[in-house]
């Protein structure tokens, strides 16, 4: 069973009929401060199609040109303004009740000098139900105009939009007649687009007009046929269908007749299932409520056990600076003790004497502990912690080669001392000798 689409808005024809609810329509499709052209009573007849947004004179254009034809382009009645309303808001309309009820008003109120609405459609009904119409045979019965895309759209609201005065104007004649003087513009300009469309088309089309008359004759006289054909087998699928219905009248009304006998004796089931639906409903929101409390619950317990990880990780990262400060002060302490032993006793060797073994030393013993780390990796397997050892491994370096590039700037330090040193036992020597 196909399932019927909801619509935000009531029906076009119950609001044609009962509710047409002006207010509404007129806030949702005008610009602000526009108002309704009133009639003589006072109740709302029209709005001027220079009062509406340029997305309610787009859907105008289709309105008055497919739904609801008709040649007057510079005001809204108030029927095809509902229409707008239900097509931009959501309301349902049925498109061929429409068309149906306005091509039975025009056949019965037709004038000599109005325009004929929903011309192809009543060249399609003339053609099934076998009207000829020999007279029109050699001319355009229906001219084709310049289809409403959404790139024609969009130039046209662009232009509207260009065209806007940055001032009101004073008096309501003076709007109408800039409207009626922008739509005369308007209309000229999409006329001599077509024109020029027309003309490179018939360049084109012209040599090929001529070689396919003949095959479009032969093709109405073989259409002319078919058609014949077809009128015959309508008529004989007419009768077989009339037949047919009454023979469905009858089974439908059996088929009635079992279903009124199905529903009374199922309604006392029906009210029983629907008692057991409604006690599975409130113990469904009963377990839905309990699970919304568990959930609240582990949210407040997820939330708790975060903020105690965020602490955690920030007191040892104050840690580990603290720690890192901590021994770059014992090294820099260390370093200077021992610079100032060979200064102390001349046997003990300096550190560039010593520099050499120490760095040996130290790139064999980080030598050792990287192949020791990438075995317990590979054995364990653990790449997550992998990556945590390896980036203090580097720290530890990074820290081993400042502690390096200290010990040398002391290093040079206390070369420059003893030289300093030596020059002043130097001078202090030769003082005496001179006097």
């Known amino acids: 069973m196909i399932k019927p689409k909801r619509f935000k808005q009531r029906s076009y024809e119950e609001r044609v009929t009962y509710e047409q609810r002006c207010v509404d329509v007129l806030s949702d499709l005008c610009k602000v401060g526009m108002d309704w052209v009133l009639d003589s009573q006072g109740q709302p007849l029209k ?13 105008h254009d289709i309105v008055r040109r497919s739904l609801i034809p008709t040649s007057n382009n510079s005001e809204v009645t108030i029927n095809r303004a509902i229409m707008i309303h239900c097509i931009m808001k959501g309301g349902e309309i049925n498109v061929g009740e429409i068309i149906a009820k306005n091509i039975i008003d025009t056949s019965e109120n037709v004038k000599q000098d109005s325009w004929l609405g929903y011309p192809s459609t009543i060249l399609r009904l003339c053609g099934d139900a076998g009207v000829h119409l020999e007279e029109f045979e050699e001319t355009d019965i229906v001219f084709v105009g310049k289809p409403i895309t959404k790139n024609r759209l969009e130039y046209v609201i662009t232009v509207q939009l260009e065209r806007q005065p940055l001032a009101k104007r004073k008096k309501r004649k003076g709007e109408r007649q800039e409207e009626e003087h922008e739509e005369i513009e308007e209309a000229s300009t999409l006329n001599m687009n077509q024109l020029q469309a027309a003309l ?12 396919s008359q003949e095959k479009q004759a032969q093709q109405h006289r073989d259409l ?3 058609m014949d054909q077809q009128r015959e087998v309508q008529a004989q699928w007419m009768n077989q269908q009339r037949e047919c219905q009454a023979h469905r009248m009858e089974l439908q009304q059996e088929q009635y007749t079992k279903m009124y006998e199905a ?10 299932s629907m008692n057991k639906v409604i006690q599975e409903q409130v113990q469904l929101r009963k377990e839905q409520a309990h699970q919304r409390e568990l959930l609240h619950r582990m949210e407040a317990r997820q939330d708790a056990l ?3 990880y965020n602490e955690n990780r920030m007191f040892k990262e104050a840690r580990h600076r603290d720690r890192i400060d901590y021994d770059i002060c014992t090294q820099e302490k260390l370093s200077y003790i021992c610079g100032t032993l060979p200064v102390l006793n001349p046997k003990i060797q300096t550190f560039n004497e010593a520099h050499k073994v120490l760095e040996e030393q130290e790139i064999a013993r980080v030598q050792f502990n990287a192949q020791r780390l990438k075995d317990k990796m590979v054995m364990k397997k653990e790449y997550n912690g992998a990556r945590i050892r390896a980036k203090r491994f580097e720290d530890m ?7 390096r590039k200290h ?3 002391f290093g040079v330090f206390v070369d420059n001392a003893k030289k300093l040193e030596r020059s002043k036992r130097g001078s202090s020597r030769a003082l005496p000798g001179r006097e």
């Open 407 to 409: 010990v040398a700037n």
């Open 397 to 403: 370096s990074i820290l081993a080669r400042k502690q």
């Open 224 to 226: 002319w046929q078919l």
């Open 306 to 308: 975060q903020r105690d």
């Open 200 to 211: 490179e088309g018939i360049s084109g089309q012209y040599s090929q007009i001529q070689r």
């Open 47 to 59: 709005l001027r199609r220079g009062d509406l947004i340029p997305q309610a004179k787009g859907w």
């Open 263 to 272: 529903i009374n004796n199922s309604t006392a089931e029906y009210e029983r």
